[in-house]
C-alpha cells in the first residue's frame, strides 16, 4: 500500500521560508520520480517541482525557479521541498507525488499523490 505523508507547512509571512517534507512508503522509492504540486483555493492542481529518481536532475515552474528547491533522501524514503522568499500567491495545499520513471509537469500523469499540506503566506 503506498502511502504519501506530507509535512511542514503552515503560516509563513511574504519573503519568509517553510520547509515540506513527504515521507513515503509501500513502494521503492528510489525508483520511483517525485514532485510537488499545489492547488491555490478555487483553483485546479499546478505542478511545482520535480526531481527524477537518483536525485541527478530537477525542474521547476517558472514562477518558483531561483526560491524553491526540490530534494530527496533515498536512504530515509523522504522528499522535501525548500521554499524561499515566499510571496501570498504560493498559499495553497501543496501535495507529493510518485511517477515512475521520470518526472512529468502533468499532475495527471502522476500515480499517487499524498493528503497535502497547507501553506499560507500572509502578512
Known amino acids: 500500500q503506498v502511502v504519501l505523508v506530507e509535512s511542514g507547512g503552515g503560516l509563513a509571512q511574504p519573503g519568509g521560508s517553510l520547509r515540506l517534507s513527504c515521507a513515503a512508503s509501500g513502494f521503492t522509492f528510489n525508483t520511483w520520480a517525485m514532485s510537488w504540486a499545489r492547488q491555490a483555493p478555487g483553483k485546479g492542481l499546478e505542478w511545482v517541482a520535480g526531481?527524477?529518481?537518483?536525485?541527478?536532475?530537477?525542474f521547476y515552474e517558472d514562477s518558483v525557479k531561483d526560491r524553491f528547491t526540490i530534494s530527496r533522501d533515498n536512504a530515509k524514503n523522504t522528499l522535501y521541498l525548500q521554499m524561499n522568499s515566499l510571496k501570498p500567491e504560493d498559499t495553497g495545499v501543496y501535495f507529493c507525488?510518485?511517477?515512475?520513471?521520470?518526472?512529468?509537469?502533468?499532475?495527471?500523469?502522476?500515480?499517487?499523490w499524498g493528503q497535502g499540506t497547507q501553506v499560507t503566506v500572509s502578512s
Open positions: 526531481i527524477y529518481s537518483d536525485g541527478s536532475g530537477t
Open positions: 507525488g510518485a511517477k515512475y520513471f521520470r518526472p512529468s509537469y502533468d499532475p495527471g500523469e502522476y500515480d499517487y
